[in-house]
């Protein structure tokens, strides 16, 4: 296959050996998931960075016992079978289509996604209109986060016999227990003090023990705590003909207000670009503000975080990019909130 090398050095820097199977062998699981699901005309996308993602063709039964198919556009995801992918195919489980794109089918095991194509699929960073843009961003959050009590057992159920609701119980358990802990995020800056024996590196020591503070007491207050994105960005927010609709969530639980953070600090690389932006970002945190009810200064400490949590990302991965969220960060600290 004729794969961009940056899709490859991705896959194999960030996998080690999974990544290389993976490549190795794509051919022939692009070949089997086309089997198993019918599909034609599988032409990869042109910007490949943690997955093999193709636009496809596949039949689907259009008549009820007539047997009758026509083909529909779809996406064909491939990636390493890892705790994040098994997350994503959960949270699009959950979502079920509201805010998100459609799960038509996946196999966990194998790490293949079949899901809805979204038409006409332009990002919401092209739109030029940065206030619109942010309440766009505010409506779909709204529609895809899932209270704990939601993810765990749902009120349908309640009518259940004992022993249907102990298996009903028992599968969303499960099912729970696939999703990623925003915990366990912030837990990584524990390793960053390690790398750095007690301090943070190239990483503003301030501005780290400030999140580490502020993450924590958020944590404490034990409340709020949803399924969420994890990664809700202008690059994963695409317009539709049943809306504007999220792609590829991490499937995180913790706190709602997390949510914003890399909505905040994206469109990655150019935000920090223009002469405005700390008008911007703040104006941002009042639209985000009025929509979902966050204090601002909760809403600039969760920014904060993410921009630090993704610094300490790019280091451990070795991937850059760690000095534009330090940049990034060190504007939300002192970014005045109030006129």
């Given at each position: 296959m004729n794969l961009p090398p940056e899709f490859i050095s991705t896959i194999t820097n960030t996998?080690?050996?999974?990544?290389?199977?993976?490549?190795?062998?794509?051919?022939?699981?692009?070949n089997e998931a086309s089997t198993r699901w019918g599909l034609t005309n599988v032409q990869p996308v042109d910007n490949?960075?943690?997955?093999?993602?193709?636009f496809?063709?596949?039949?689907?039964?259009?008549?009820e016992g007539l047997?009758?198919?026509e083909k529909v556009n779809v996406v064909l995801k491939i990636g390493v079978p890892r705790d994040e992918l098994t997350s994503e195919i959960a949270a699009l489980r959950l979502f079920n289509g509201e805010g998100a794109c459609r799960l038509i089918d996946a196999d966990e095991q194998k790490g293949f996604l079949l899901?809805?194509?979204l038409n006409p699929g332009v990002m919401l960073s092209t739109m030029e209109d940065d206030e619109r843009a942010t309440h766009i961003?505010?409506?779909v959050m709204q529609k895809i986060w899932r209270p704990l009590d939601h993810v765990t057992l749902s009120d349908s159920e309640g009518s259940l016999t004992q022993t249907n609701r102990l298996f009903a119980a028992e599968r969303l358990r499960v099912t729970y227990n696939k999703f990623i802990q925003l915990s366990d995020w912030f837990d990584g800056l524990k390793e960053l003090r390690q790398m750095f024996d007690g301090g943070t590196g190239p990483l503003n020591e301030k501005l780290v023990a400030r999140v580490e503070k502020s993450v924590n007491d958020f944590f404490a207050e034990n409340h709020g705590s949803v399924l969420m994105h994890g990664d809700f960005h202008h690059f994963n927010i695409l317009s539709s003909e049943r809306g504007w609709l999220v792609i590829d969530p991490k499937g995180v639980i913790g706190p709602a207000g997390y949510e914003v953070g890399?909505?905040?600090?994206?469109?990655?690389?150019d935000l920090l670009n223009g002469t405005n932006y700390r008008r911007l970002t703040k104006r941002r945190i009042d639209i985000l503000h009025e929509q979902l009810g966050f204090e601002r200064e909760r809403i600039r400490e969760w920014g904060l975080a993410h921009a630090v949590l993704s610094a300490w990302w790019h280091i451990e991965d070795?991937?850059?990019?760690?000095?534009y969220a330090m940049n990034f960060a060190e504007m939300m600290a002192d970014l005045p909130l109030h006129s």
């Open positions: 996998f080690g050996e999974d990544g290389e199977s993976l490549i190795e062998n794509l051919p022939a699981l692009i490949l960075s943690y997955n093999f993602v193709a496809a063709d596949s039949p689907l039964p259009m008549g047997g009758v198919r899901l809805e194509r961003g505010a409506e890399p909505f905040l600090m994206n469109p990655w690389g070795n991937t850059g990019g760690e000095e």
